[in-house]
């Protein structure tokens, strides 16, 4: 009900926006409507809402100058194709897949890569329906468009009768690269009969790099076949999970998954993993390894200090550690660790970044920016230039995918370790396969993208209001806050645009001091302090379900917390129906000893 009257209001604040003069289309396939004015080589274009975005001469295409602008564009989707049409577009995409010649078939590759999302329904029914050749190059087709509305039917490829099929089945699930694609990939890997799935599933879950699959990973050195996709794999993913796992390999009667994992353990060991090197020190067997690794560690800038400070509490170590501690601070602390740390957590360079898309008001990032800085209390970092709107993913209605912005998110967070967290901007209409719009996606505990979209009103100060009210809203989210109960909180819940207008730009008390919390489990995360696993369990109690015990059990791994971590994926899965979840829950917990 909440959503036909969402829908019926946002037609309505459509309708209700004025006609523009121009339509000024870019060169890079966007387009912006309202009235055209120029400054020296810089357009201005204003538009209906009264906002301004400024656009450099050279990046324009050309101007259409229409008097009808805003109806031309429609916001309706599309209706759905009659079936003949359907038909008609696979009959295309098959005459496509049916090319004779390599150059033939790569040109048709290059197009549908080309028209991305538009191209996906076609080449999900030729998977279904298509003979065995037609279904691998189906999939290969959809591995280059890398599109989550083909999750679906490439997993249940991964049943089809030809090997070859499901290789690049696999293949093309470790390129799109969601995280639920996991268990299917999985059971590809460890029970496949033909090592080349195997080794495609291997390869995809590396790419995915998933806290869930990496003891099923881990497991793997032990097979020859699967060996050294899985150790080059690893190396790569550098995934902070992975060294918890390596004790059994390491002590593996055959030599060379010793050697898989010692290469694995120096190259992937992190500050958190302190105790368990302490461990294999005291091992005859690994001692000299574990030395090495931890010589490695206090060599790495990010790891020496908050290393040192826990080697502070160890009679061995303690003397050095200090002595190192003093140099770095220019100051003594004394022998308590706490004091050190609370100094080495308040020196972390902790932002919150924000990342403009495509073609979108400077005055709207600015205001979302500020707005952020003011509820959050952390420095807000504006990365420039602003990012295109990822390529072919917009879908046959004209929204845009918002898994494909949320990749170019968490590709930006990997790139930029002082961000605690990451917020896109943008002006595009947004959605996910199959499942309407969306004000503001996001992945609990990663990044989040919001759109002034479907937030317009007839004032750009009120889009601009409702946009920052969400940007805050939705990062709160993805911190694990939970919903609050006060309707003109920002953190309770939002249905309708309108809603926005009745929030305040700040929380109420209880949400207020949640966040403080919740920004120190973030400070405390990045500055690699043993409290934060203590610290983010103590969020499981008032925050939402699934995702915060997903986040919790992968702390507790990263800190080699096996038991507790256990216990969160238990009843992370609880909530779970998938019978092949259940199943490889079971074997995960075998996996690492529980
Ligand atoms: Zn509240």
Redesign the pocket.
């Known amino acids: 009900m909440r959503r036909l009257i969402s829908l019926t209001i946002l037609l309505c604040v459509c309708a209700a926006a004025p006609a523009a003069g121009d339509v000024v289309h870019l060169r890079n396939g966007e387009s912006v409507e309202g009235s055209v004015s120029r400054e020296g080589d810089k357009v201005i274009v204003t538009r209906p809402d009264g906002s301004r975005l400024t656009v450099a001469e050279g990046e324009i295409d050309r101007i259409e100058e229409t008097e009808t602008a805003a109806g031309a564009a429609p916001d309706t989707p599309e209706l759905e194709p009659a079936d003949d049409a359907a038909d008609a577009k696979l009959e295309l995409v098959l005459e496509k897949l049916r090319a004779d010649s390599d150059r033939e078939l790569n040109r048709a590759f290059a197009e549908f890569k080309a028209a991305g999302e538009r191209a996906v329904p076609g080449l999900v029914a030729a998977l279904k329906t298509a003979g065995a050749d037609e279904r691998l190059r189906a999939a290969r087709a959809l591995a280059e468009i890398a599109s989550s509305s083909a999750n679906e039917t490439l997993r249940s490829a991964m049943a089809d009768d030809d090997p070859r099929v499901r290789a690049e089945a696999a293949r093309a699930l470790g390129a799109i690269g969601s995280s639920e694609n996991q268990p299917a990939l999985i059971a590809a890997m460890l029970d496949d009969k033909n090592d080349d799935v195997r080794v495609a599933a291997a390869t995809s879950l590396c790419r995915i790099n998933g806290a869930f699959s990496i003891p099923f990973l881990v497991s793997m050195l032990s097979d020859p076949v699967l060996r050294s996709t899985v150790e080059q794999g690893l190396l790569k993913a550098d995934n902070p999970c992975t060294a918890s796992f390596l004790v059994p390999p390491l002590n593996s009667a055959d030599p060379d998954t010793r050697k898989s994992a010692a290469v694995l353990l120096t190259a992937s060991a992190r500050a958190s993993h302190v105790s368990m090197l302490m461990n294999l020190v005291k091992d005859k067997e690994h001692r000299r390894l574990a030395q090495a690794v931890l010589a490695r560690l206090r060599s790495r800038k990010e790891y020496a200090v908050p290393l040192s400070i826990t080697l502070l509490g160890d009679e061995e170590t303690a003397r050095t550690a200090g002595l190192f501690l003093r140099r770095a601070a220019a100051k003594d602390l004394g022998e308590d660790p706490a004091q050190w740390r609370a100094w080495w957590n308040s020196t972390i360079p902790c932002r919150i970044h924000v990342v403009p898309f495509g073609l979108v008001s400077r005055e709207l990032v600015r205001k979302v920016a500020a707005a952020i800085q003011g509820e959050f209390k952390v420095p807000v970092a504006i990365a420039k230039p602003e990012l295109p709107i990822p390529a072919g993913c917009r879908f046959e209605n004209g929204q845009h995918n918002a898994d494909a912005f949320l990749d170019v998110l968490d590709e930006y967070s990997r790139r930029n370790p002082d961000a605690m967290r990451v917020i896109g901007v943008t002006e595009a209409d947004l959605g996910l396969p199959g499942s309407g719009y969306y004000f503001s996606p996001a992945r609990p505990g990663g990044p989040v993208v919001v759109s002034s979209w479907r937030l317009r009103a007839s004032e750009s100060i009120t889009t601009f209001q409702r946009t920052c009210i969400q940007a805050i809203h939705a990062l709160a989210y993805s911190l694990h806050l939970p919903p609050?109960a006060?309707d003109e909180?920002p953190?309770?819940d939002v249905f309708v645009a309108e809603d926005l207008d009745a929030k305040k730009p700040c929380?109420?008390k209880?949400?207020a001091g949640r966040i403080a919390w919740l920004i120190g489990v973030q400070r405390a995360l990045a500055a690699w302090d043993p409290n934060a696993v203590d610290m983010f369990e103590s969020t499981t109690v008032w925050s939402r379900g699934g995702p915060v015990l997903m986040q919790a059990a992968i702390v507790c791994e990263m800190w080699n917390e096996k038991d507790k971590a256990a216990g969160y994926w238990r009843r992370f899965v609880e909530g779970e129906t998938d019978p092949l979840l259940a199943v490889l829950m079971k074997k995960r917990l075998e996996l690492v000893g529980l």
Request: overall charge negative.
């Open positions: 609050c006060v909180c953190y309770s929380g109420c209880d949400c």
